[in-house]
């Protein structure tokens, strides 16, 4: 059975730091493509970050470029999304993406950015 469980969201102020993981099972997570996208409300889902199978090249969105870090764990089948000056436009749920050869998708878990 694939799953993939997102942590560490929750409240925190503008300026704060979270760092969410997702942790993956069923299949085989060192071939896959992690990504993280979110979605605000009202709002599309956007890609946040990528980081290829071997954790050699990465990819982020220019909203959060030079904040956000990913970065991957393949003996702990696990993706990390390390978000440091968090601004209020980054509140949204944040969605843990596995990508190719198949796509899987986690529950989500939610990140509030309030004073």
């Known amino acids: 059975q694939v799953q993939l469980v997102e942590s560490g969201g929750g409240l925190v102020q503008p300026g704060g730091s979270l760092r969410l993981s997702c942790a993956a099972s069923g299949f085989t997570f060192s071939i896959y493509t992690m990504r993280w996208y979110r979605q605000a409300p009202g709002k599309e889902r956007e890609l946040v970050a990528f980081?290829?199978?071997?954790?050699?090249?990465?990819m982020y969105a220019e909203s959060v470029k030079g904040r956000f870090t990913i970065s991957r764990d393949n003996a702990k089948n696990t993706v990390y999304l390390q978000m440091n000056n968090l601004k209020p436009e980054d509140t949204a749920i944040y969605y843990c993406?596995?990508?190719?050869?198949?796509?899987?998708w986690g529950q989500g878990t939610q990140v509030t950015v309030s004073s």
């Open positions: 993406n596995a990508y190719r050869p198949l796509i899987f």
């Open positions: 980081i290829t199978p071997a954790g050699g090249s990465t």
